[in-house]
């Protein structure tokens, strides 16, 4: 029988699978990306270099949830999702026939700037994830930068910058740890999302 340290890697593979399945609703796997833009190619690569860079520390953050606090087990984080109310981050514009690269770019940085408003309220989650917490929003907020920088060259930037709707109360500490891990998981299957989308685009 396995022991504990191998059953942990095993429960949140099957909660990243289990979060990445109830995530689909973003996007058809099926249907095919609109045709390839005119972004710059020195754009795309920055862009992919970011996602997998955050795609490094979310994975990180969702480890060391995992095995601080043993809240790995799939049907259990579904329901504190639906409890706690953690959004996740549509990109309808993004994977279609006719690629609508104004409003993919806008759901892109929106998605971004949710997702680093989630992380904040994970602030004092424990001296131990704080770090890894924190190198995870400034990633997010440099890749969101680089969105907002190019939809500004492009001249479709909105006029302000969006503001941050209601974010999920979490008071206790404990909502906090399982706010923390349903926030990574979904800040991943997001990310692959958005990696999938920058990949087409930077086919020559």
């Known amino acids: 029988m396995a022991g504990p340290a191998a059953q942990s890697p095993m429960k949140l593979v099957a909660l990243q699978l289990l979060l990445w399945h109830s995530a689909l609703w973003m996007v058809q796997e099926a249907a095919p990306l609109g045709p390839a833009s005119s972004l710059p190619q020195s754009f795309l690569l920055k862009c992919l270099e970011q996602v997998r860079k955050v795609q490094g520390h979310g994975t990180e953050l969702q480890e060391k949830l995992c095995a601080t606090y043993k809240m790995c087990h799939p049907e259990e984080m579904v329901l504190f999702r639906h409890s706690l109310g953690i959004p996740q981050v549509s990109l309808s514009s ?6 609508q690269l104004t409003g993919c770019l806008r759901q892109l940085h929106s998605g971004l700037f949710l997702y680093q408003g989630l992380l904040q ?11 890894t917490v924190d190198m995870l929003c400034l990633d997010i907020a440099d890749f969101a930068t680089t969105i907002w920088q190019q939809m500004e060259e492009l ?49 020559p």
Do not use: K, Y
């Open 94 to 99: 993004c994977p279609n026939q006719a690629l």
């Open 121 to 131: 309220t994970l602030e004092g989650i424990s001296p131990e994830l704080a770090p």
């Open 155 to 203: 001249g479709t930037a909105p006029a302000l910058q969006p503001t941050r709707g209601a974010t999920p109360a979490l008071p206790s500490a404990f909502q906090r740890r399982v706010g923390g891990l349903l926030v990574a998981s979904h800040l991943q299957s997001f990310l692959e999302l958005v990696h999938r989308v920058l990949r087409h685009l930077a086919q």
